[in-house]
């Protein structure tokens, strides 16, 4: 951003168009997702080849339960997660941080709320590219028949304080990772899945991977270290890496790259070698004091451009905030 | 500083400054002032942020940051008798559910009206006037199948407190009939107006879920009161206050939502000149459903033309 001008009426002024003009580059304005792209996907859930019988709850053949080890904050809501794979096809694990996924590839993800089902989440790879994911939310109907489609996102969806996001958010968030899939990953999917689930032995095993990794990649440190840089990876890190991939249009949640927050899967030698101790610890997180570390306060804080993670959550993680504080005084 | 700022400056200033020192009375109130003989262009920009009501199933509130832009000119057809253009455009940044933001940009609808002056004789030194006007609209207020416009002009409604919804409803031809009076006792001013939009719809292709309908007319009531006391022959400061009644929703509600909407505003006017006068506006609402939500600020610019 260019430099403001002295004057100070001059300075308000151009402050003011600072907040609309495109020159600006404002990190939460996102592009809209394409309309016709989206009018090309299912109008409802039970069309979108995620199950067999929606009625009974029977999956589509080749669909598979997984769930991440580390899971993204969503205001405590509980969540599933699904994927398909094209028949044969296979996700290139060249880059085991980033994995590329087949032109075909699927991808669900149910939230309920108090045992009510809101919304399912569906992201298809539509082309070959990196950029050629799709995304749109299904908003349940009242009886849980089916899922509608919901391009605008809702807000306060079925009575609940949840928000379903619109087509176009789902970039903020997956569009930072060149495999835009954030929770099926090496690293995510290295801990024993639970039964009927499955993890990253399974996939070796089912020969979904051209590359299976020699071994399953550990996170260092102790219990409370662990939680941290989990944490940390999941909640931060698809915006905060160092390795996003280009983008064009709208900034979309693309911050200046000082931090990076990644469980690199070849950096995990020791917490020191993390990217998170290299690039955060003495930046925004002041060791042993977490009231005077900006990550700390911006983890345990709510409202318009004061909180971390900015997007999709309205409640603070006492959890995850508690696992922090602890990891900040050891350190 | 530098020669090319400089020149800069000068040509951007020089025409205004000759059309401000054209000897003609310039008033940027409430009411538009008719006094002047030839014409009067008039400016608004009013930036603010919202969070309106918009009534949609899933989405029953339009909030963000927007632009609301009015430029308007009259034509003195007679001493008492103008014709009036006004021409608003939005431009905005839409909140997404989960937090980003949307940039969109929408026209209102214009409208072409005329308006009457009735100058009854001074009573006392305090002068009084009473004025009439009749508009009509063009629906070019936007429409698309991804609402993101409409959105854009529920946050300019939010800004203006839901005072204009003949420029902001998208599918309606608006008709407005409105009656004010200005009495000016020495150095206070005070106005009083009430509007009446009727809110003809044409299309509701736009509406967006099942669950939204429409009337075949919207019905809105608007009363503003104003009181204003010159300070010094450049300085005159005002403050305002705006009753918006939704009497026929244009859209029927999909939600419990208040048909009443205060708005007050405090203003600092600068007379430049006989003809040129400046607005800063700072205004917002203390109840109904922009309570809390809703600030904005802003400029209007007045210059008589002879």
Known sequence: MPALPRSGSARAAVMLLALLGPGCKRYWVCDEASPSLIAELPQRLSETGLYANLASGELAAGVLAYTPQFPLWSDGADKQRWILLPSGAQIDTSNMDDWGFPQGTKVWKQFSVSGVRIETRLLEKRGPGDADWISLAYVWDGDEHDAIAAPLGAIDARGTDHDVPAAGECRACHGGRRSFILGFSALQLAAPAPAGQIDLDGLSEQGWLTRPPASKPVVPGTAVEVAALGYFHANCSHCHNQTRPEQSGARCFDPDNDYDFTLAVAHLDDVHSTPTYRTVVGGAVKPGDPDGSKLYRLMSSRGLFRQMPPLATEQIDSVALASVRAWIEGL | ?306
């Open chain 2, 1 to 306: 500083m530098d020669r090319g700022a400089v020149k800069l400056r000068l040509t951007l200033c020089t025409p205004l400054l000759l059309i401000a020192t054209r000897p003609c009375f310039a008033e940027p109130a409430m009411v538009p002032d008719l006094t002047a003989r030839g014409g009067q262009i008039e400016a608004q920009a009013h930036f603010g942020v919202a969070t309106a009501p918009f009534d949609v199933t899933t989405l029953h509130q339009a909030k963000g940051q927007a632009f609301a832009l009015l430029a308007a000119a009259r034509y003195a057809l007679s001493e008492p008798l103008w014709l009036e253009l006004r021409a608003p455009i939005v431009l905005g940044s839409v909140a997404q559910p989960a937090g980003s933001y949307v940039d969109a940009s929408a026209l209102g609808n214009p409208e072409l009206g005329a308006r009457y002056r009735f100058i009854a004789p001074n009573s006392g030194g305090a002068a009084l006037a009473l004025f009439g006007a009749a508009e009509i609209g063009l629906p070019l207020a936007s429409h698309d199948r991804d609402l993101m416009p409409n959105r854009v002009l529920a946050i300019a409604d939010g800004i203006e407190g839901r005072g204009h919804p003949e420029w902001f409803t998208p599918g309606v031809a608006p008709i407005t009939a409105s009656t004010a009076l200005r009495w000016t006792p020495a150095a206070w001013s005070l106005e009083a107006e009430l509007r009446l939009p009727l809110l003809v719809r044409l299309s509701d292709a736009n509406l967006p879920s099942p669950g939204a309908s429409t009337n075949p007319v919207g019905v809105a009531s608007i009363a503003r009161v104003e009181a204003r006391y010159r300070l010094s022959q450049r300085l005159s400061l005002a403050s305002g206050a705006q009753l918006f009644f939704d009497l026929v929703p244009a859209v029927k509600h999909v939600r419990p939502l208040s048909r009443v909407q205060d708005f007050e505003r405090l203003s600092l006017y600068i007379h430049f000149s006989p003809s040129a006068a400046l607005v800063v506006d700072m205004q917002t609402a203390i109840a109904g459903e922009l309570a809390g939500s809703t600030v904005a600020g802003g400029l209007r610019a007045t210059v008589n033309l002879q």
